[in-house]
């Protein structure tokens, strides 16, 4: 099992672009969750699913979409990239609520 | 509210015994987990603890909650260089989705 993979690993973006960052797990995990992690901060939770077609707004959500519809896939999208959204994001997977697989991370900049 | 606390920086010598300290407020929480973060990489998880549950060992690592004052530690025995990295404490209840509350991480240094 490749576990959870995330791509990029890093991107650079400006003000007002928009993109969305990939998150992609083979061990056939109900939930999944997106979070940000900033200096000082801990991480934060954006959104999260607990399953192909329901997702729920975690503590940051504001400037955020996703879409679940499949298991496999949970993909981060920023309409519209703000600086305020410079951080590294980690996707994680659980099958069981409890064991969260976190994957490599993407590193972003937003100039 | 939930608010999960942890001191920014532990160092230690290698072969000594590795402390790491954390206060929750939830009294909620379900599950209480230590993961740990190497340079560049995403978090793996070390352990976790029932709220119900008192001490945890597992090979080096031993975990003791204290419910009443909110309390949670993490102790790693045999500290090795390859124990440097940051170990944030987290939160957790049951239902609504994977809700983790994670501290702001220690940084345990290990030095020879």
């Known amino acids: 099992n490749a576990g959870v993979t995330q791509t990029p690993k890093f991107q650079v973006l400006k003000t007002g672009q928009s993109m969305t960052l990939q998150c992609a797990q083979d061990?056939?995990?109900?939930?999944m969750s997106w979070y940000r992690q900033d200096p000082g901060m801990g991480l934060r939770l954006i959104h999260y699913?607990?399953?192909?077609?329901?997702?729920d707004q975690g503590e940051v959500p504001n400037g955020y979409n996703v879409s679940r519809s499949t298991t496999e896939d949970f993909p981060l999208r920023l309409l519209s990239a703000a600086p305020s959204q410079t951080s590294v994001y980690f996707c994680?997977?659980?099958?069981?609520?409890?064991?969260?697989?976190f994957g490599p991370g993407t590193r972003l900049l937003v100039l | 509210g939930e608010d999960v606390e942890q001191s920014l920086f532990l160092s230690v010598r290698e072969g000594d015994s590795s402390v790491i300290n954390c206060t929750y407020t939830d009294s909620s929480s379900t599950y209480l987990y230590w993961y740990k973060q190497e340079p560049g990489a995403g978090l793996q998880l070390l352990t976790y603890?029932?709220?119900?549950?008192d001490m945890k060992q597992d090979q080096r690592l031993t975990v003791l909650l204290n419910k009443k004052d909110k309390h949670l530690s993490l102790r790693i025995a045999d500290t090795q260089t390859g124990d440097s990295a940051i170990y944030f404490c987290?939160?957790?209840?049951?239902?609504?989705?994977?809700?983790?509350?994670f501290g702001t991480g220690t940084q345990l240094k290990v030095e020879l």
């Open positions: 061990m056939n995990h109900e939930y």
């Open positions: 699913s607990v399953g192909a077609g329901i997702t």
């Open positions: 994680a997977s659980s099958y069981d609520r409890l064991t969260q697989y």
């Open positions: 987290a939160e957790g209840i049951t239902g609504g989705g994977n809700k983790l509350t």
């Open positions: 603890i029932f709220s119900n549950m």
